[in-house]
């Protein structure tokens, strides 16, 4: 799951376009207050008057329609589950744009998984890399080690 917003992962229509062509089975959260709220924080702590933070009312579920991609927009607190099931239970990329209070600070939380839940229902997990790529001097390192022992 990706978190979008100011705060989370930059997306751009790109990516999303990229998303739905590939049909990859990401989601993407949107918390959408309207403005750019970090970069207004940022500004503040800088010294800076605000400017240009403040953006006019998009609806990101529609345009992640429009690219070929689930998208449902909530508006009330009792439509998030929903929303949210509707999305994780579609099987390619989906977008849940959440409308949330212009001032309300939405930090992504971190995202934890317990040994029994899987990150991708119905996939092998083994077919995923447990980590990053190892590097070329790691690898040499390696191969260093096997060669002394």
Known sequence: MALSGDGGLPMLLGEVLTLSQRKLPVKIVVFNNGALS???LEMKAAGIVTFGTELIDTDFAAIAGAAGMFGARVEKPDELEG??????????????????????????????????????????????????????SSARRSRRQREIE
Request: aromatic share 6%; charged share 30%.
């Open 38 to 40: 970090f970069v207004d």
């Open 83 to 136: 929303a949210l099931r509707e999305a994780f239970s579609y099987d390619g990329a989906a977008l849940v744009d959440v409308r949330t209070a212009r001032h309300e600070l939405a930090l992504p939380t971190k995202l934890t998984l317990r040994p029994d839940q899987r990150l991708l229902p119905g996939r092998d997990q083994d077919s995923c890399p447990a980590g990053p790529p190892k590097s070329s």
